[in-house]
């Protein structure tokens, strides 16, 4: 069983196109997160969720919309997409506070055509 | 928020040598230090960590070492193989919030 799972691993997309990334976790965890990595391989965090409700919003362009439907899922919609969209998103989740390992999920590759 | 340094960002080191990758943190309310491996095509994966009550943790080849003071923190392997070989990130964490380090390419060649 996969621990944390992201649909699709891969998405092709014309600029202006609306798009989501889905993202379910089977750890029980209450916090997840949306993490971003461009080509350089940083990985930025955009958004934490604990319990459904949004702690960190980092600075993210309000095109980025995240939803949580539930603790263990946590989607990510993104509208307009523009060619700086392009690149890996990773979905994690942990136990909340601090001092807890985050689970990663694959990633999903966006490309922004 | 926090802001976490990482060096070097590429490393290169022959099998069988060690090698240490090196972070710093500003935010003295960080108190998980977690470091990651991430292999092509994967996600990160915990390869060891350390809280801020430890100074040093060690795993078989791995070991962290942690500077609360100085806010500095180490990843040291010994006996490189080729098999590690991939990117390390370094994280801080506090409160639901975790800050990754810009990653080390790690080279071991055989």
């Known amino acids: 069983d996969t621990a944390v799972s992201q649909t699709p691993k891969y998405l092709v997309t014309q600029m202006g196109n609306d798009k989501s990334i889905k993202c379910e976790q089977n750890?029980?965890?209450?916090?997840m997160y949306w993490y971003k990595q461009d080509s350089k391989k940083f990985l930025k965090i955009m958004f934490s969720y604990n319990n459904k409700e949004l702690i960190i919003n980092e600075t993210v362009p309000n095109r980025f919309s995240p939803k949580s439907p539930d603790k263990a899922h946590l989607n990510l919609h993104i509208n307009s997409l523009e060619l700086g969209d392009s690149a890996v998103y990773f979905c994690a989740s942990s136990w909340a506070g601090r001092g807890t390992e985050a689970f990663f999920g694959q990633g999903t590759r966006l490309t922004v055509v | 928020g926090e802001n976490v340094e990482q060096h070097p960002s590429t490393l290169s080191v022959q099998e069988g040598d060690s090698a240490v990758i090196k972070c710093t943190y500003s935010d003295s309310a960080s108190n998980y230090f977690p470091w990651y491996k991430q292999e092509l095509g994967k996600g990160p994966q915990l390869i060891i960590d350390i809280r801020s009550n430890v100074g040093e943790k060690k795993d078989q080849r791995i070991a962290v070492t942690l500077n609360k003071t100085a806010k500095h923190f180490s990843l040291h392997i010994t006996e490189t193989q080729p098999e590690d070989s991939a990117v390390y990130f370094c994280a801080a964490s506090s409160d639901n919030d975790m800050r990754f380090g810009a990653g080390t390419r790690l080279t071991v060649k055989p």
């Open positions: 750890l029980g965890h209450d916090t």
